[in-house]
């Protein structure tokens, strides 16, 4: 889902260019208005659930082992190794959401490069440094039991690995390589909009045990 979403808003330009130099101007017009409603609304459950994060982020400043999601950790948030994974996940994760949304913007990337390229290394180091290793420690930890232990861990590990696939590919020149793998690695990324909206969406419209919900959505995140 996530995948198929960031491939339409990249191939709706090349559409757009195609339907254009067609002699049908209605049929131009009439996707012309198509593309700025679905991108509108797109970008606006993005930018919603982006502060929905940003919440949830703020709950733990200043740093509180008892807020929040850690009210169902206590057994765990006792280790250090624990914590400082915790509030690295956390306290990154927003910043890396951001800098990944910004990647996609045509504008940045053609007009300013430099800033692309700057955004973009952040974006890398940020997931390989932190990101990932902390969200892969959390995840042997996991609510859910090992079906959601062994999901989040394997998010884990191929969010690490499509990161890593894209900045070497870049470092090669191989920008259609890049720009692929940037694109699964971002989709992982939106895994922390994602897991949210699903969760609300399946404790709303059906009867599961909120565990059972989270197991569900765990796998759905990296599947």
């Known amino acids: 889902m996530r995948t198929t979403l960031v491939n339409m808003m990249l191939s709706m330009e090349d559409k757009l260019i195609s339907i254009k130099n067609s002699p049908n101007t209605k049929t131009f017009h009439s996707m012309h208005i198509l593309k700025k409603v ?74 300013y490069p430099l800033i692309h390229r700057s955004f973009g290394i952040t974006y890398v180091f940020g997931i390989i440094c932190i990101s990932a290793p902390s969200g892969f420690v959390m995840g042997l930890h996991g609510n859910g039991g090992f079906i959601a232990q062994t999901s989040f861990c394997i998010l884990s590990i191929l969010w690490f690995y499509y990161t890593v696939r894209s900045f070497l590919a870049i470092k090669k020149g191989h920008i259609t390589e890049h720009k692929n793998y940037m694109i699964l690695s971002y989709a992982l990324t939106l895994s922390a909009l994602t897991l949210r909206l699903h969760k609300y969406i399946l404790a709303h419209t059906v009867e599961m045990h909120r565990l059972d919900i989270y197991r569900l959505v765990a796998y759905r995140d990296w599947e």
């Open 38 to 111: 679905g991108a509108f609304s797109l970008i606006a459950l993005f930018v919603y659930l982006s502060l929905l994060m940003l919440l949830i982020t703020l709950q733990y400043i200043p740093l509180d082992l008892d807020a929040a999601f850690l009210a169902t950790k206590q057994h765990v948030i006792k280790y250090q190794y624990y914590q400082i994974a915790f509030f690295a996940h956390v306290y990154s994760s927003i910043f890396i959401l951001l800098l990944g949304s910004l990647q996609f913007i045509e504008n940045i990337r053609n007009t």
